[in-house]
């Protein structure tokens, strides 16, 4: 069988394939897409698609702040069913030791030039009447937003098509490095850049990846316009994100422009079956409903299950793989990846092309995995 | 215990009276109304009458969604189709 050659082979159409594939094409690059299964419908599909500024970490920060710039950018060119809402995020705090936090997220955030806001009791009540009554306060970042990720997946990817980026949609990869590509029919294409950005299944394309599956859980309600107004998360969510050993849920709700709710989230390591955990998703609501209690009334319609891409830092692969001078890595987004796609892929051209990027690239490099292999 | 001969309920704001087991999606039959619409706006009523449809959902007291083939009428209760 004839081998194709392009310039650049992304393998993984989700949502940093679809965005690498996008800004590769806008610089004139020959252009492929391998992915064996729909576009968008692995962890793209299974996320909430909250476009947020994080401070978990500098780098965090720095990536997440980029890409949200870049979505707002794009903003005017995204159809209508990718469904982009500036509802803003607010932190939202229990107790007064929070608070404490509150004022830091606050000198953090203003320090860098993201707008935010101190919410009291009273503010938070106007804001967000079904929260349950008695909180300590909270913080409104107002710039960030929401959107449907798998639809935003496909406009990024249509929009690379429409500037010559060839797709292979549904066609399994069993191997990829030294250039060259192979499918499961025999198919081999070769490529100067290979990319892996096929997310939590990263470490089976290119082994020593230190990516690793962490499941959370979902649930969607019926329609409810106004009951909810902006993604609620509650402080306590940073202490269960960082959890690297057991289970954890936090209160994180996201207002859909349907009027539907989503109601997150759930991390667990080493589950890596896609069925409902009926025990941690039971835990996730009940937390849910510490918060809002009015939610108990509700109609959940749908609930699901996705597998995020950790590592051990918290923070994404973005460049080269030492092992193999072709090949560069895009994964590892972990819970943010929607967000920090438009970010991961200006990176990962301005290395390919050897540009220097907006944003300090070392913080991302795979490199830095192997040279501090430390699991906090 | 002796039960009341008859019931009154609110639907969209106009009393009905209606026997008591009279489940809400009887009685907004009974009144010659539709459950609410569709998000394409297509009129839907009761069709499974078991509560597996969903196709009967209408506000009840203020709870949107409600399945009312699975909901018996109680006195003072306030429907609204559409919601």
């Known amino acids: 069988m004839s081998t194709s050659t392009y310039d650049v082979l992304i393998v993984g159409a989700g949502i940093v394939g679809a965005a690498c594939a996008d800004a590769c094409a806008r610089e004139g690059m020959r252009v492929a897409v391998v992915d064996g299964d729909i576009v968008g419908g692995g962890t793209t599909a299974a996320g909430m698609g909250h476009i947020v500024v994080m401070d978990d970490s500098e780098a965090q920060f720095a990536l997440t702040r980029y890409s949200q710039r870049l979505w707002q950018e794009l903003r005017p060119e995204l159809p209508d069913d990718v469904e982009y809402e500036q509802c803003g995020t607010i932190w939202v705090s229990a107790d007064e030791e929070q608070m ?231 994964t590892g987004h972990e819970g943010l990846g929607i967000t920090t796609s438009l970010g991961t892929a200006r990176l990962l051209v301005d290395q390919i092309v050897g540009r220097e990027p907006e944003i300090a690239a070392e913080p991302y490099l795979p490199s830095r995995v192997g040279k501090e292999h430390v699991h906090a | 215990m002796s039960m009341p001969d008859r019931l009154t309920i609110t639907i969209d704001g106009v009393p009905l009276s209606v026997a008591p087991g009279t489940t809400v999606a009887a009685a907004v039959m009974i009144a010659g109304k539709f459950c609410r619409n569709s998000v394409t706006g297509e009129r839907r009523g009761p069709l499974c009458g078991m509560g597996i449809c969903f196709e009967c959902r209408m506000s009840i007291n203020g709870l949107p969604h409600s399945r009312t083939c699975q909901v018996l009428c109680e006195n003072g209760m306030e429907v609204r189709t559409d919601a």
Request: aromatic letters at 6%.
């Open chain 1, 100 to 330: 404490s936090e509150v004022r830091r997220k606050q000198a953090y955030y203003t320090s860098r030039g993201v707008p935010v806001q101190i919410l009291d009791p009273s503010d938070l009540e106007r804001l967000e009447p079904n929260l349950r009554k008695g909180m300590a306060g909270g913080l409104l970042v107002p710039e960030d937003g929401v959107l449907y990720p798998p639809c935003a997946a496909r406009f990024l990817l249509e929009r690379a098509q429409s500037r010559g980026v060839r797709t292979f949609i549904g066609r399994p990869v069993v191997r990829m490095g030294n250039g060259m590509v192979r499918l499961i029919d025999g198919e081999q294409f070769s490529a100067g850049v290979l990319v892996n950005a096929a997310g939590s299944l990263a470490p089976a394309l290119t082994p020593g990846t230190d990516v690793k599956k962490r499941k959370g859980h979902l649930v969607i309600t019926d329609r409810y316009p106004g009951f909810l107004r902006h993604q609620l998360v509650e402080l306590g969510y940073l202490k269960s994100a960082h959890s690297l050993t057991s289970d954890s849920v936090a209160f994180n709700v996201q207002p859909r422009r349907t009027g539907q709710i989503l109601i997150g989230s759930s991390r667990q390591y080493g589950a890596d079956h896609k069925e409902v955990d009926t025990e941690i998703m039971v835990r996730m609501l009940r937390r849910a409903e510490e918060y809002m209690p009015g939610l108990a009334k509700l109609s959940a319609i749908r609930t699901w299950t996705g597998f995020r891409a950790a590592t051990p830092d918290k923070v994404p692969l973005i460049g080269p793989w030492p092992e193999d001078k072709t090949l560069f890595l895009a």
